[in-house]
């Protein structure tokens, strides 16, 4: 393989271990600053300011982490509690952003891990099973299930890497075979779907009886937004989760009830918007829908373009470029397998040249060279796969976290090959309008039932079956025989001037401003 491919992730510390973390921290400390940020969170959540909880939860403990928890946890739970009248609810989602922090800081214990995972399941039990009175901002609700999706897939890859386990961890691994079980992991996310009746508040919403995505999702009758909000969040994150399994369809199915060509509540959160958009273009690419890909991360790569100032100072800033580059990547995939540039507008095309103009050339030879940028271009921009069967404890524990992830690549790579065989064709059927079979047939050195095979394969790789059960074409050149001849009908790209005129208005504004500020002497 051209690219090593390994997971961004701190060596967990043993069990066992000292923490790095306990050095010098005393949890029962609360800090003035801290113990002000809780009371003060406290109480908005309890008056339902959505604006100034969303300001604590943005800014202040981000703050307040930077300031005084670098390198160490917050204060536990147990030593807060009081300042919030040992209030359950607010204890969990506490604890929650307490782990968050450990993850995103740190580097978590076995034990942590599966303590994560039981604060999880408390939290989400009282969620769905008890009147859970309060609206939290969407970024939060978000948060929710982004981390609780990503501790599922760090504990997987944490798993997996059986070769330098400790005796304690694997006694700890056996007593907690539970803890993030995909199963379960599934389960939670499917549960806050349906008891959401998120689904048919989105029908009602088609109807205009609903106005869940006019009000962004919050509750302006003094009800609560969390459990609609979450089964909304929720099949993005199963969307998610299918794709780091590998089972694309199924993902895509449980994002239908989302109209993804509209604004939605997805949009308003730019993790959620980016997250929805990744997947969903990756799903489609390993589909083979790579004219819905294309166009999905033509539409998101423009979007970050126009807006990714407007998010440098947010924590997510970082993630949001990693993405943004993952999907410049996912995109010259795309246009190397389904050269369909009018798809493409103008800003990104050009992007996308600038970073990968030179690759994408030679992506097109199909040759070993050209394997191993598809292999370094897909290892690069894929999600992490996970295995998520628990570990054979038996002598000798080998590392399997790297397998799910090969066997992606493997499948990849066993369509790229098969592209190779068409190019000939595409290339031929490019220059002629009819040909007769036997000419073509000649032209490519086979006999004329082999032509009609490749010609087959050409017609069923360039068509694929969409979320509906109909069938679409991917290919920017069609053809059909009649007696022994190919007509070959080549899709003209309707014209668009209005993107064009509007570059040129606001290059001529521009000049127009520079030369106001010009002082005649």
């Known amino acids: 393989m051209a690219t090593s491919y390994d997971y961004e992730e701190a060596p967990a510390a043993a069990y066992d271990e000292p923490r790095r973390q306990d050095i010098g921290y005393d949890p029962n400390f609360v800090p003035d600053s801290v113990k002000s940020f809780v009371v003060h969170l406290y109480r908005h959540i309890r008056e339902k300011n959505v604006y100034e909880i969303h300001q604590m939860y943005e800014i202040s403990f981000q703050t307040v982490s930077d300031r005084l928890f670098k390198d160490t946890p917050w204060p536990s739970v147990d030593a807060v509690a009081d300042f919030v009248d040992n209030d359950q609810v607010f204890c969990l989602l506490?604890?929650?952003?307490?782990?968050?922090?450990?993850?995103?800081?740190?580097?978590?214990?076995?034990?942590?891990?599966i303590d994560s995972w039981d604060n999880y399941c408390s939290l989400f039990h009282v969620v769905l099973h008890r009147v859970v009175n309060m609206q939290l901002p969407n970024q939060w609700l978000w948060d929710l299930v982004d981390e609780f999706v990503y501790q599922f897939q760090s504990f997987c890859q944490y798993r997996a890497k059986m070769k330098n386990k400790t005796e304690q961890e694997i006694a700890l691994l056996r007593q907690y075979d539970q803890a993030w079980n995909v199963y379960g992991v599934l389960n939670y996310l499917q549960a806050?779907?349906?008891?959401?009746?998120?689904?048919?508040?989105?029908?009602?919403?088609?109807?205009?009886v609903d106005q869940f995505t006019a009000n962004d999702?919050?509750?302006?009758?003094g009800g609560s937004n969390v459990l609609k909000v979450l089964g909304y969040f929720s099949m993005v994150g199963l969307l998610r989760v299918h794709c780091l399994l590998g089972d694309y369809q199924t993902g895509l199915k449980c994002l239908l009830p989302i109209d993804i060509s509209q604004q939605g509540v997805y949009t308003v959160v730019m993790g959620s918007y980016i997250a929805t958009m990744y997947h969903y273009g990756f799903a489609n690419l390993m589909l083979r829908r790579y004219v819905e890909a294309i166009r999905e991360f033509n539409k998101m790569l423009l979007y970050i373009?126009?807006?990714?100032?407007?998010?440098?100072?947010?924590?997510?800033?970082?993630?949001?470029l990693k993405k943004n580059e993952q999907m410049y990547a996912l995109l010259a995939i795309c246009l190397s397998l389904c050269p369909q540039v009018q798809l493409v507008d103008e800003t990104v095309n050009s992007q996308l040249r600038e970073k990968y103009g030179e690759k994408m050339a030679r992506m097109q030879r199909y040759d070993d060279e050209a394997f191993a940028i598809y292999d370094e271009l897909f290892s690069y921009a894929c999600p992490k796969f996970i295995t998520p069967s628990s570990p054979s404890f038996e002598e000798p524990l080998v590392n399997y976290n790297q397998d799910a992830y090969r066997l992606q690549l493997k499948l990849f790579l066993y369509e790229v090959k098969q592209q190779q065989l068409l190019s000939g064709v595409r290339t031929f059927l490019k220059v002629y309008s009819t040909i007769s079979l036997g000419k073509l047939a000649n032209y490519m050195e086979v006999d004329e039932p082999t032509l009609r095979t490749i010609l087959l394969t050409y017609k069923h790789k360039?068509?694929?079956?969409?979320?509906?059960?109909?069938?679409?074409?991917?290919?920017?050149?069609?053809?059909y025989i009649d007696n022994d001849m190919i007509h070959v009908v080549e899709s003209k790209p309707v014209k668009q001037y209005g993107d064009y005129f509007l570059r040129q208005i606001v290059k001529l504004e521009g000049v127009i401003n520079d030369m106001d500020r010009i002082k005649l002497v």
Do not use: C
């Open 462 to 479: 360039t068509h694929a079956v969409d979320s509906e059960g109909k069938i679409i074409s991917n290919a920017d050149v069609n053809f």
């Open 217 to 221: 999702g919050y509750d302006y009758s």
């Open 192 to 208: 806050f779907v349906e008891k959401s009746n998120i689904i048919q508040i989105l029908e009602q919403e088609k109807e205009g």
């Open 305 to 320: 373009y126009k807006t990714k100032q407007y998010h440098q100072k947010s924590p997510q800033y970082e993630q949001i």
């Open 94 to 113: 506490y604890r929650e952003m307490w782990f968050r922090h450990l993850y995103a800081r740190l580097s978590p214990t076995l034990k942590q891990r």
